[in-house]
């Protein structure tokens, strides 16, 4: 079967640095999907991965192996409005995005 | 403001009766699509239209249909629903359905059936 993993849930302080892990089993592989969703709000893109290696954008950057079937979403000078669930969601040979249950990132003062 | 909109936010309703959610996107898009989000699970696709065509069907009970009149516009009716129905029903779109394009999500309406 298809399956995502990540971490249920993560806490961090304020001005740090967060690294939330995801691997995936998936039948085939178009790439890597990182979405961030406040509570009670859309989900919003984040990141697209399709080549290994580590893509930044601002505070954000997105790591990528796949022949580890692994990623990571890294998030630096983390602010309290990071506060939010980020998917992992991988979009398989059938570009069918399988996506994972979320991870919870709490950050505190 | 991601470019799509649903209504309603919130929905209460009783297993005998028939509503209907609304999903409108203003982003030219081609492809729309329902997810369930229940808490702590992974998000769950229920249909996908591809230019206003149906393309997936993930093993939806009947009591959910959908309707997408033309490629802005899309429905999800609801009839004899189950308490385990209640969840977050997100409506999404995208240039295109089969392809590496992301997906732009609406807020979602929270249904609860009693």
């Known amino acids: 079967g298809q399956n995502i993993d990540q971490p249920t849930e993560m806490t961090a302080t304020e001005g740090a640095i967060v690294q939330i892990n995801c691997t995936y089993q998936?039948?085939?592989?178009?790439?890597l999907f990182w979405y961030q969703q406040h509570a009670g709000e859309a989900p919003t893109f984040l990141s697209y991965?399709?080549l290994d290696g580590l893509e930044e954008k601002g505070r954000f950057s997105s790591f990528l192996s796949r022949s580890k079937g692994y990623s990571y979403l890294l998030l630096k000078e983390l602010q309290m409005k990071d506060s939010a669930s980020y998917l992992c969601?991988?979009?398989?040979?059938?570009?069918?995005?399988?996506w994972g249950a979320g991870t919870k990132l709490i950050i505190k003062p | 403001e991601t470019g799509v909109t649903q209504t309603p936010r919130h929905l209460v309703m009783g297993m005998t009766n028939k509503k209907s959610l609304k999903c409108e996107q203003h982003?030219?898009?081609?492809?729309m699509y329902w997810y369930k989000q229940s808490a702590k699970k992974p998000l769950e696709l229920m249909f996908v239209?591809?230019?206003?065509?149906?393309?997936e069907n993930n093993s939806v009970p009947s009591r959910f249909s959908p309707e997408c009149p033309n490629s802005s516009h899309l429905f999800l009716h609801l009839h004899t629903l189950q308490p385990e129905d209640s969840a977050l029903y997100l409506c999404?779109?995208?240039?295109?359905?089969?392809?590496?394009?992301?997906?732009?999500f609406g807020p979602g309406t929270r249904l609860t059936v009693l």
């Open positions: 969601a991988v979009l398989d040979s059938n570009y069918q995005l399988i």
């Open positions: 999404a779109s995208s240039q295109e359905a089969g392809t590496y394009n992301e997906q732009f």
């Open positions: 239209y591809n230019f206003k065509e149906q393309t």
């Open positions: 991965n399709v």
């Open positions: 982003l030219g898009h081609n492809a």
């Open positions: 998936t039948s085939g592989f178009n790439g």
